[in-house]
């Protein structure tokens, strides 16, 4: 019993290498040292007489004989796992899922589905992180966590897995209160194919999904904003249109749970935004995994029942 221990071990670690390519990103998401790693691929490699893996300073990635061996460790992961779950019972995983969202997706988004999960697997923690949206499928990708909330891309990586729980409309937003910003916005119609866009001063997202889409948006405009500043996450854009220093798109959701609603005015234009498609990501080889395809049923579940 000792050796097969060791040998689903090996395995876990071996394709936890081939989804980050990385060992340090293997050994974050292990909570193991980098040497652990690197002796584990060493071992295999000498068990099975083949190099499953061309390394340089620079890059890692899979050998034929790598990506053969790929293919038995998750059949006898997942043959393991699917075992283990049923001679120990659902309520009885235990262990940790990693879990990316921002702050907005934690309460507005997660809450239900966490309080769900809870119930159903009391023996699994959940390890939040937090920040911005954006970053989301980056971070599944690079293996730092196994799950992540995110809005959908218009490329879904092809080995990743996407469950869709919500759309919320993207609004394009202005300051409330009087000031130069607001009476820029209103001295013309924005609603009107003819408005000019160039000297709005507009806060924009640095990167992600939303930054696409309003880049897409200008371009078919064919305007340019006054770029007042470029900020991590549509929780920043609410509160800085909110002061009055400029003009910014969100989701309504992140609006919604601002608490500074009455400080922030939606306008109509001539183009609607597409709204946002908000869900969950991960590996799809991650839910091979008991726990984290759990959490991901239950989300399905807490969400079906609600659409």
Not at 124 to 130: D, F, L, S, Y
Not at 205 to 222: A, C, I, N, Q
Not at 241 to 259: K, M, N, R, T
Request: charged share 20%; glycine share 8%.
């Amino acid at each position: 019993m000792q050796y097969w221990r060791m040998d689903i071990r090996g395995l876990q670690i071996f394709l936890a290498v081939t989804e980050t390519l990385n060992f340090s990103r293997a050994a974050l998401r292990l909570h193991i040292s980098v040497s652990a790693v690197s002796r584990t691929i060493q071992r295999l490699e000498e068990d099975l007489g083949q190099v499953l893996l061309e390394r340089d300073q620079r890059s890692m990635r899979l050998t034929p004989a790598g990506r053969t061996f790929r293919e038995y460790a998750q059949r006898s992961m997942a043959a393991w796992l699917e075992v283990r779950s049923q001679m120990r019972g659902d309520a009885q995983l235990a262990g940790e899922v990693n879990l990316f969202c921002s702050v907005t997706a934690s309460y507005s988004i997660l809450a239900p589905v966490l309080e769900a999960f809870r119930v159903r697997q009391p023996g699994v923690e959940i390890m939040m992180h937090t920040g911005d949206q954006a970053d989301g499928i980056e971070r599944v990708l690079s293996g730092q966590d196994d799950v992540a909330v995110s809005s959908r891309p218009q490329y879904l990586p092809p080995k990743l897995g996407f469950l869709s729980l919500l759309q919320t409309p993207m609004v394009v937003c202005i300051p409330a209160g009087d000031c130069a910003v607001r009476r820029s916005m209103l001295s013309g119609d924005p609603a009107s194919p003819d408005f000019d866009w160039s000297g709005i001063p507009f806060i924009v997202p640095e990167r992600g999904v939303t930054k696409d889409m309003l880049d897409s948006w200008f371009e078919r405009r064919r305007s340019q904003p006054r770029i007042y500043a470029q900020v991590s996450g549509h929780e920043a854009i609410v509160a800085m249109v909110g002061l009055g220093l400029g003009v910014g798109i969100a989701p309504d959701l992140v609006i919604q749970a601002s608490g500074i609603t009455g400080r922030v005015s939606p306008v109509t234009v001539w183009e609607p935004l597409p709204a946002l498609d908000i869900g969950l990501c991960c590996l799809s080889s991650r839910l091979a995994d008991p726990r984290v395809k759990s959490l991901w049923d239950v989300a399905q579940q807490t969400y079906g029942a609600a659409l």
